[in-house]
């Protein structure tokens, strides 16, 4: 699965708008959290289907890639 990550500047720091895995896009809905590792950056952000995901880039190579995907309970998240 080939995984692309467009991203912005808020106020001085990189957020997720929209990812898309292969030909599926989502958006961003909201941008949680984001730390470094050696050579990577970690964001866990929830996208406009609800679902919860943390995606890595690597910053040398410039790739992403999924490493945690979190289906949403339909029930909560349409409260």
């Not at 957020?15 to 866990?44: C, M, T, V």
């Not at 890595?56 to 339909?74: G, K, P, V």
């Amino acid at each position: 699965m080939q995984v692309q990550a467009e991203t912005y500047l808020d106020q001085g720091v990189e957020k997720l708008r929209r990812i898309r895995f292969d030909s599926r896009q989502i958006e961003i809905a909201e941008n949680i959290d984001q730390w470094h590792g050696p050579d990577y950056r970690y964001f866990k952000v929830r996208g406009s289907d609800g679902n919860l995901y943390m995606l890595r880039h690597n910053e040398i190579r410039a790739t992403w890639e999924l490493t945690m995907y979190e289906l949403a309970d339909a029930a909560a998240y349409h409260k």
